[in-house]
């Protein structure tokens, strides 16, 4: 097989490992910052539902991005080689 072609899909590989295990780290640090909120007794504001979706999403997006933004670097010093 074709060396860019490996790489290309070893960086996809990377890039999704990383979006899920984010993800992940993302959900467990919303679930406990919930999980006490709950355990106050008082009603959570439904902006906290929003803001911890956000930071899931943050939390996924980031490395998939990194992952992404170094390949296309990879990529232009292939082309040019």
């Not at 996809?12 to 992940?24: Q, W």
């Not at 504001?45 to 943050?58: C, D, H, M, Q, T």
């Amino acid at each position: 097989m074709h060396t860019a072609y490996v790489q290309r899909q070893r960086y996809r590989l990377m890039g999704r490992i990383g979006a899920v295990v984010g993800a992940l780290a993302g959900a467990g640090f919303v679930g406990v910052a919930l999980a006490q909120a709950y355990a106050t007794g008082e009603p959570v504001p439904p902006g906290s539902w929003a803001l911890g979706a956000a930071i899931v999403a943050a939390a996924a997006l980031l490395p998939w991005g990194l992952v992404r933004w170094r390949w296309r670097q990879l990529r232009q010093t292939i082309i040019d080689d």
